[in-house]
Antibody, heavy 118, light 107 residues
Framework: EVQLVQSGTEVKKPGESLRISCKVS????????IFWVRQMPGKGLEWMGR????????NYGPSFQGHVSMSADKSISTAYLHWSNLRTSDTAMYYC???????????WGQGTVVTVSS | SYELTQPPSVSVSPGQTAKITCSGD??????TYWYQQRPGQAPVLVIY???ERPSGIPARFSGSSSGTTVTLTISGAQAEDEADYYC??????????FGGGTRLTVL
């Protein structure tokens, strides 16, 4: 069974950095695309970007380019989403998802809540 | 920027058929995917590549496509189907786009 397990709830201050994780099991990590999706409180789904763990090639959504980065560690089948300068507007639920092509999200993680507040 | 348009809400009585539409200019050229999100839960894929149903998804869920509109149909809706539904596709530059979501009420 393919599973994506995300890291736990984070509470940070504006300007701080953060890395959240998504561990993949039950499938070949390098055969999957890993996607990140934001859901702000009470709002819809927004695509942040994707990474190909086989070569760490990334594509970012226009609204997120330059504000977040994505990485992957093949040795532990884990993908990461990074911020270097958090804003209060980054407060949201963040989901990772995996798929075997570049467009569809076959399976989702449970989500990570990030709260940014002074 | 490219947009996918969904109705904000759809209501259906138990056992009736619910149809949720998603419109976008590029839909004839890219596959559409549908996700169900129950309150407090992560999304779940219910239809992929316009019409395909993943294993474990009930047969009452189906997808269809016609021109610039795709449709998610739930035949014989049940109370457990009450959720938000999102369509998703991509534009010509491979940027992924979600529709705004449709709240399905079964009452």
């Amino acid at each position: 069974e393919v599973q994506l397990v995300q890291s736990g709830t984070e509470v940070k201050k504006p300007g701080e950095s953060l890395r959240i994780s998504c561990k993949v099991s039950g499938t070949s990590f390098t055969s999957q695309w890993i996607f990140w999706v934001r859901q702000m409180p009470g709002k819809g789904l927004e695509w942040m970007g994707r990474i190909d763990p086989s070569d760490s090639k990334t594509n970012y959504g226009p609204s997120f380019q330059g504000h977040v980065s994505m990485s992957a560690d093949k040795s532990i089948s884990t993908a990461y989403l990074h911020w270097s300068n958090l804003r209060t507007s980054d407060t949201a639920m963040y989901y990772c998802a995996a798929g075997d092509d570049w467009i569809g999200f076959d399976i989702w993680g449970q989500g990570t809540v990030v709260t940014v507040s002074s | 920027s490219y947009e996918l348009t969904q109705p904000p809400s759809v209501s259906v009585s138990p056992g009736q058929t619910a149809k949720i539409t998603c419109s976008g200019d590029a839909l004839p050229r890219q596959y559409t995917y549908w996700y169900q999100q129950r309150p407090g839960q992560a999304p779940v894929l219910v239809i992929y590549k316009d019409t395909e149903r993943p294993s474990g998804i009930p047969a009452r869920f189906s997808g269809s496509s016609s021109g610039t509109t795709v449709t998610l149909t739930i035949s014989g809706a049940q109370a457990e189907d009450e959720a938000d539904y999102y369509c998703q596709s991509a534009d010509s530059s491979a940027t992924i786009v979600f529709g705004g979501g449709t709240r399905l009420t079964v009452l």
